[in-house]
């Protein structure tokens, strides 16, 4: 979600383009949040652009968050603009799962995922069950830090990343047997059906939703 590409090689460019994208992300969260907390309660004709808006909340939230440390990094420790690449990158214009998983999501827990379910899962079925076991380690993660906010257990969000497995498993199967790769208007038709572009917000104004703890702050 970058207005301009972040130039590497430059320091001062680099700040410059991160300082906008942090200043985008800010306004668009602060402008959805406002926009939600006007809607009195979750009116089902509503229902899917309120799910929308609170995806495109957590979006810009994490990017702004990432954004802001960026600059702190750059700016103030030395470190160097080639160590902070986008954390992601418009994964609504992913045509696959794999294509939104492997490059447009960000890569930030993948080593977490690994050694929480990946590897054992490589353990028990080769790399099948390290796809398997990634997933459900991420599942669990996400999960287990929402557990820990006093939320409660919900075996929903595991399903849904051990779901991932098995459809990205298809898509490999189709590009052996077709010899065409997952893409174009389809393939992203399919990455909408496959994570389901509501179904992260899909407890909608309940106690564990993201919308219930937008409206009541």
């Given at each position: 979600?970058s ?5 590497l ?32 309660d ?9 799910h ?25 420790l ?32 993948r ?34 830090g ?37 893409g ?11 994570i ?7 407890q909608?104004?309940t ?10 702050n």
């Amino acid at each position: 979600m970058s207005l301009m590409r972040r130039d590497l090689s430059n320091r001062n460019s680099f700040l410059f383009a991160t300082f906008i994208s942090f200043v985008k992300n800010y306004l668009i969260l602060d402008l959805l949040e406002s926009l939600i907390k006007l809607v009195p309660d979750v009116d089902t004709r509503f229902l899917q652009a309120i799910h929308v808006a609170t995806s495109s909340c957590t979006l810009a939230a994490f990017q702004l968050s990432y954004d802001l440390i960026t600059i702190f990094a750059v700016l103030f420790l030395g470190s160097s603009p080639s160590a902070w690449p986008p954390v992601i990158d418009h994964p609504w214009q992913s045509d696959s799962l794999h294509v939104f998983w492997s490059k447009h999501w960000h890569q930030l827990l993948r080593e977490t995922f690994l050694v929480f379910g990946g590897f054992f899962g490589r353990i028990i079925a080769g790399n099948i069950g390290m796809l398997f076991g990634t997933f459900i380690g991420s599942g669990l993660y996400h999960e287990f830090g929402a557990y820990a906010l006093g939320r409660g257990f919900d075996i929903i969000v595991p399903l849904f990343f051990a779901l991932q497995a098995p459809l990205l498993l298809c898509e490999k199967v189709w590009c052996k047997y077709t010899g065409y790769r997952v893409g174009g208007l389809y393939g992203k038709l399919w990455r909408s059906l496959g994570i389901g572009e509501v179904s992260m917000v899909d407890q909608g104004d309940t106690p564990k939703g993201p919308l219930y703890g937008l409206r009541e702050n």
